[in-house]
């Protein structure tokens, strides 16, 4: 496996130790493809929702769908700072 860096998380914005995820399955279609920074938190995240999300796992097309789909939801860490912070203000 290769080693974590710092760099920012692809979802979450935050700056942390990263892994490269790539888009689509790497032990259906190989190492090349695009791929991804993300945050452990996110990287976890993203396969819990694809496990729930996934008809076929071996469909291309599907996948992609289903990362542009979560790509574009809210971020955890946001979700949960701004729960933080309208708890305060109110």
């Given at each position: 496996?290769?080693?974590?860096?710092?760099?920012?998380?692809?979802?979450?914005?935050?700056?942390?130790?990263?892994?490269?995820?790539?888009?689509?399955?790497?032990?259906?279609?190989?190492?090349?493809?695009?791929?991804?920074?993300?945050?452990?938190?996110?990287?976890?995240?993203?396969?819990?929702?694809?496990?729930?999300?996934?008809?076929?796992?071996?469909?291309?097309?599907?996948?992609?769908?289903?990362?542009?789909?979560?790509?574009?939801?809210?971020?955890?860490?946001?979700?949960?700072?701004?729960?933080?912070?309208?708890?305060?203000v109110a």
């Amino acid at each position: 496996m290769k080693e974590a860096k710092k760099d920012f998380c692809e979802k979450c914005g935050n700056y942390f130790y990263t892994h490269s995820h790539h888009i689509l399955p790497k032990a259906i279609y190989g190492k090349k493809g695009k791929t991804a920074e993300l945050c452990p938190n996110c990287h976890t995240h993203f396969h819990e929702y694809s496990k729930q999300k996934t008809t076929d796992p071996k469909d291309a097309v599907e996948a992609e769908k289903i990362w542009a789909t979560w790509l574009k939801t809210i971020a955890i860490t946001f979700t949960i700072a701004a729960i933080g912070w309208f708890a305060a203000v109110a």
